[in-house]
């Protein structure tokens, strides 16, 4: 649903995203109707969530909405609610997206629309799509295709070619999720063409990339690598700086899963360059850490404080609370990495105080959590020590309850796995089946069939090693390779890419 702004400024804005919005900005400074201003606030905020800068989206969004009920146009109210809504769900805020989303429902009344029936189809499919995006964020995978669904076919009935194709787009990243791959590429096919039709370089770039992604799941990495290169080239050949990150970033995440270094830090190079130009903290914040993790295990200590100090400086520029966070957990690596006792236990007292602090985006924290578990299970085998035994309890009690807000998450899943298998190394196997039995219910539930195939692989390491004659007289360290836990430990730092 666009606004007569937004079609007039939108060729501009897909060839040159930055001066589109800057002139915009500056026009709004001129504009004295308090319509057209609003118009624009709602067209720069739109913007803004095309480029991934959420925040600034939600600011004009905001103010679009104070003028809109000012001038009691509840059309214009209903469309700055829809982009805050949007701008919530970006920045991980569902709970704050719902609650919009129930406010627009209370406004957007049929009897207010009667005249106006395709306006008012328009606004149920756009509400539809932001439905189906907070389903799909919670792995609600089947609501999530319901209101992609009918959202589509509102779409269609108004014929707004660009917003079908992005919601067949969508369709096609919920089949992937739930392990349907060859339809996931139909859709994604079907809504690359509408968007060669319509002539729009970033919707095929971001259906490039979502093929790309899908072959990447499947491990069919030259394919996934194919796709993704040619998404770049679009990204480049139309200047197009968020389609060339999406595309620099997942090659390479797919040359680290691939453990092919050096080209995955070409790319996150780039990435990180991107991130800095568009201005996204985020972005900049999740490239800096995989960036960082390979620096730190691939050069010399020169190097790398070198990049640590980077990475502070743009912390310091930007007042990100992401990239602080990335600042810490680095800082942290880099200690355990110098194998030397006094620097890793000063790394433990980095992740200990990340893991009491806040950060929006929950990869970061769940790292944090991992990280310290294999430091607690590695003391553990070393020494056999009950007061570590206690430590790790309490570790698990804490981060467990920050788990249960962010229970479909795959890395607190892994994080669940390991509790698991603490349980049946102290021999609670009551608790230890009622932790089992929960998250295979939940599994069953979120279609995380990836997960439920590895946890049932681990499950039975775990019953052989139980049911062994001697268990009870195991020490901890024979119950630990009984359990496989060191190699769980570190296939689950390595599943993080």
């Not at 509790?419 to 979120?446: G, P, Q, V």
Request: hydrophobic letters at 40%; one cysteine or more; charged letters at 30%.
């Amino acid at each position: 649903m666009l606004s007569s702004y937004t079609k007039e400024y939108l060729q501009q804005f897909r060839e040159s995203p930055k001066k589109t919005i800057n002139r915009l900005k500056s026009k709004l400074s001129k504009i004295e109707d308090d319509i057209d201003r609003i118009n624009i606030l709602l067209t720069i905020s739109f913007f803004h969530i095309s480029q991934g800068n959420f925040l600034e989206s939600l600011e004009f969004a905001k103010r679009a909405l104070d003028l809109s009920r000012k001038e009691k146009d509840l059309f214009l109210e209903i469309q700055s609610f829809l982009l805050i809504a949007e701008a919530y769900f970006f920045l991980g805020k569902l709970n704050i997206a719902s609650q919009n989303i129930e406010l627009i429902e209370i406004l957007l009344q049929e009897e207010a629309f009667k005249d106006k029936k395709k306006l008012y189809t328009e606004l149920q499919a756009h509400l539809c799509k932001i439905k189906g995006n907070i389903s799909f964020s919670n792995r609600e995978y089947n609501n999530a295709l319901d209101f992609y669904k009918k959202c589509s076919r509102l779409y269609k009935k108004v014929k707004n070619k660009e917003a079908e194709a992005k919601i067949l787009s969508n369709l096609g990243v919920v089949n992937q999720n739930i392990g349907k791959y060859e339809e996931a590429i139909n859709y994604l096919n079907k809504a690359k063409k509408i968007y060669e039709d319509v002539n729009d370089h970033r919707g095929i770039g971001i259906c490039l990339n979502n093929i790309a992604e899908v072959y990447r799941i499947q491990q069919k990495y030259k394919k996934a690598i194919e796709y993704y290169k040619q998404s770049l080239e679009i990204g480049t050949n139309k200047n197009s700086n968020f389609i060339s990150f999406l595309a620099y970033f997942n090659l390479g995440l797919t040359y680290m899963t691939i453990q092919e270094y050096d080209k995955a830090k070409v790319f996150f190079e780039n990435s990180v360059k991107l991130c800095v130009e568009i201005g996204n903290t985020s972005f900049l914040a999740m490239s800096y850490f995989y960036l960082g993790r390979i620096i730190i295990n691939s050069s010399d200590s020169k190097d790398v404080n070198k990049f640590i100090l980077e990475i502070k400086e743009q912390e310091s520029i930007n007042n990100s609370s992401e990239i602080k966070y990335v600042h810490k957990i680095l800082l942290a690596l880099f200690k355990l990495s110098s194998g030397k006792r006094i620097e890793r236990c000063k790394a433990i007292k980095i992740f200990d105080d990340l893991l009491n602090s806040e950060t929006n985006i929950q990869e970061f924290y769940f790292y944090t959590g991992i990280q310290l578990c294999n430091f607690f299970f590695e003391e553990l085998y070393a020494f056999e020590k009950k007061e570590i035994l206690d430590e790790l309890n309490s570790f698990f009690n804490q981060i467990l309850e920050k788990i249960n807000e962010h229970e479909d998450f795959i890395l607190g899943l892994q994080i669940i796995l390991l509790y698991i298998h603490f349980l049946a190394l102290i021999d609670e196997r009551s608790t230890m089946n009622n932790y089992y039995n929960k998250t295979r219910k939940m599994l069953d539930n979120k279609n995380l069939t990836n997960f439920e195939k590895i946890m049932e692989e681990y499950w039975k390491i775990i019953q052989e090693a139980i049911e062994d004659i001697n268990w009870r007289e195991y020490t901890i360290k024979e119950r630990m390779e009984l359990l496989g836990i060191k190699k769980l430990l570190e296939n689950t730092i390595e599943r993080f890419v």
